[in-house]
């Protein structure tokens, strides 16, 4: 058994997890034959696991140590169902990459980009302004946000409370859309609320955010806001209700509603997701907004309440599970503009400013750092409280603690001190049970 | 001058109103209070609405005030800060999370943290039931009295007529 482990632990080294992602930016597209569906992401895929390289190293440890073979000929079922499908996808996923809004290949290169100097001046004094990134790096956009909030106001000094009247008038919006990620909120367990390993093999980036909330997908179709203001001025409805005016005046046909949650829905379906942030003098309210996104690929990503064999004992956040589907709009341009005009018209100011950054024009050494930390496997994966996990496999019960993503107590001895992180990726292998 | 002596009425009537709740003082059958027989010799408010309780040996406890508490809603998780860390005033100590929301707790004065609230681990709740009581988040040793008598910190009276003052 320990022989076994070594190998496969050999091949698991958690590089993986911090790898950064390719600057190689995919470029989107509205969809021509738009796939419209309505699923829960949460549902388990059989087939999300096809594309495993280690496929035949897995099952061959399957067939190992389970009883009997039976299970193991649906894991070499080849992907030709659903080729139609796929092959429509994969004609759109092309279309898509021919050219984007905010493309870089399509004019938007000739878009001033903002610089970080600049960008350091214009967050920390007062004034208004609205952001777009051309960015879709997951963890450029996430470290960007986080700039912005900690130094909005800085030069005149808004954390004093004495000085509140100084954020009056500089509210900021920001837009951003990443390339494929699932992004966790700040006190959630990774592998309570993620196949880790459906995301890794589909090229999904895993992030923890700073904001509090659940569990989403991000992918090209789906389109981030973002808004910042004083802290007294902090309504967690304020922004969402304002995105359902603007959109029912731009298509009052169109069947949007605010939940209970303060979520944004289309006929019932959630098309949005929120979480905020809450600090010294400033807030965000940061939400997703699928408009194109392939939601038929997000399946197998996120965890379902409850898996069989396994049971979590852990305090920490749990999602809040939705089925989701794409608000039909053309593009996420169009989205953002909607945003941008309605957002004028609220604050009555026509002259908010309107400037772009990207990766390579507006980098800072703050933002740097914070793009490590989200990249960092200590923030990842090791953040949160200590929890317990029982996993009931096919002839025996095993319990594990894990603190600070180490597992201190096992009732299989071998496991402890493993990081749970590469428990995870064995668990398949070794326990026939996704944990 | 209908509507100005309007306005003044109910600015009284909120007065009273606070007066009356008077919600945001500190909960006296609690260990913030009990810790010494005669209660704390201080308390004092923030305007990120934590509150500090100091003691005659220099102990001190932090939470946040009921104002906060309810604006939160129903707390979910905090992160509990690790004792044995010294943290300068500012510093943030602590996250609660609540409806979607990661807020954040600052240390009102310079200290080194010693204990925090294990109980809020399993029961996150208390932060709504009973934010300055059983709630509490950090016990921390004051490293300078004095810093008490920064004027940033306020009274029971000056922080609930800053609300007032926030909500007209």
């Not at chain 1, 096809?50 to 190992?64: H, R, V």
């Not at chain 1, 951003?176 to 966790?184: F, S, T």
């Not at chain 1, 922004?239 to 169109?254: A, D, G, M, T, Y």
């Not at chain 1, 930390?373 to 996993?391: N, R």
């Amino acid at each position: 058994m320990c022989s076994i482990l070594s190998q496969i632990i050999r091949r698991t080294v958690s590089s993986q997890l911090i790898s950064i992602p390719p600057r190689n930016i995919k470029l989107r597209w509205l969809h021509s034959s738009k796939v419209l569906c309505k699923i829960t992401p949460f549902d388990i895929d059989a087939t999300a696991d096809l594309n495993d390289e280690f496929n035949e190293l897995n099952s061959m440890y399957t067939s190992m140590f389970s009883k009997s073979n039976s299970n193991n000929k649906d894991v070499h079922k080849v992907k030709t169902e659903n080729s139609l499908v796929d092959d429509i996808n994969e004609l759109n996923d092309e279309l898509n990459e021919l050219c984007s809004p905010y493309d870089t290949r399509c004019g938007s290169q000739n878009v001033p980009k903002i610089s970080g100097d600049d960008l350091k001046t214009l967050v920390e004094n007062s004034g208004r302004f609205i952001m777009i990134s051309l960015s879709n790096n997951p963890y450029f956009n996430l470290a960007l946000e986080d700039y912005i909030y900690n130094n909005s106001g800085k030069a005149s000094s808004i954390t004093k409370s004495d000085n509140r009247n100084s954020f009056v008038n500089s509210e900021r919006l920001m837009f951003y859309i990443n390339d494929k990620c699932a992004v966790i909120g700040k006190n959630q367990t990774i592998w309570k609320e993620l196949f880790m390993k459906n995301l890794y093999d589909n090229g999904y980036q895993v992030l923890r955010r700073f904001s509090g909330g659940g569990a989403v997908i991000h992918d090209l179709g789906n389109v981030n806001y973002s808004f910042l203001t004083s802290r007294e001025d902090f309504r967690r409805e304020f922004f969402n209700e304002n995105i359902v005016k603007w959109l029912r005046e731009q298509n009052p046909k169109l069947n949007i509603n605010l939940n209970e949650r303060g979520d944004i829905t289309l006929d019932g379906y959630k098309v949005s997701g929120s979480a905020f942030k809450i600090g010294r003098g400033k807030s965000y309210h940061h939400g997703t907004m699928l408009i194109n996104s392939r939601i038929d690929k997000f399946k197998g990503l996120l965890k379902p309440d409850e898996l069989p064999n396994v049971k979590w004992n852990c305090n920490s956040i749990n999602s809040v599970r939705s089925e989701i589907t794409n608000l039909p709009l053309t593009s996420t341009k169009q989205f953002i503009d909607i945003c941008i005009d309605g957002y004028k018209t609220h604050f009555q100011d026509s002259n908010i400013p309107v400037l772009y950054c990207d990766e390579s024009d507006t980098m800072n050494i703050e933002i740097r750092k914070v793009m490590n930390k989200l990249m960092s496997y200590e923030w990842k994966a090791t953040t949160g409280p200590p929890f317990e996990v029982q996993i009931n496999t096919i002839d025996t019960q095993l319990t594990l603690t894990v603190e600070k993503g180490i597992i201190i107590k096992s009732t299989i001895p071998i496991f402890i001190g493993m990081p749970f992180q590469e428990f995870s990726r064995l668990s398949k292998a070794l326990l026939q049970t996704d944990v | 001058m209908f509507s100005v002596a309007r306005t003044a009425f109910q600015k009284n009537s909120l007065k009273l109103f606070l007066r009356c709740q008077s919600t945001n003082a500190l909960t006296k059958t609690q260990l913030p209070f009990t810790y010494t027989a005669s209660g704390p010799s201080l308390i004092k408010y923030t305007t990120e609405h934590e509150w500090i309780a100091a003691h005659e040996d220099g102990t001190a406890f932090i939470g946040i005030t009921k104002y906060a508490a309810d604006a939160l809603g129903d707390v979910t998780y905090v992160e509990l800060p690790e004792a044995g860390s010294d943290i300068a005033e500012g510093d943030t100590i602590s996250s609660i999370e609540s409806v979607k929301s990661a807020s954040e707790i600052y240390q009102p004065i310079a200290g080194s943290l010693t204990e925090a609230n294990q109980n809020l681990e399993n029961s996150p709740q208390l932060i709504n039931e009973d934010p300055l009581g059983a709630g509490w988040i950090a016990k921390i040793k004051i490293k300078d009295a004095k810093d008490l008598e920064n004027p940033e910190l306020l009274s029971l009276e000056q922080y609930e007529k800053s609300l007032a003052e926030d909500n007209h």
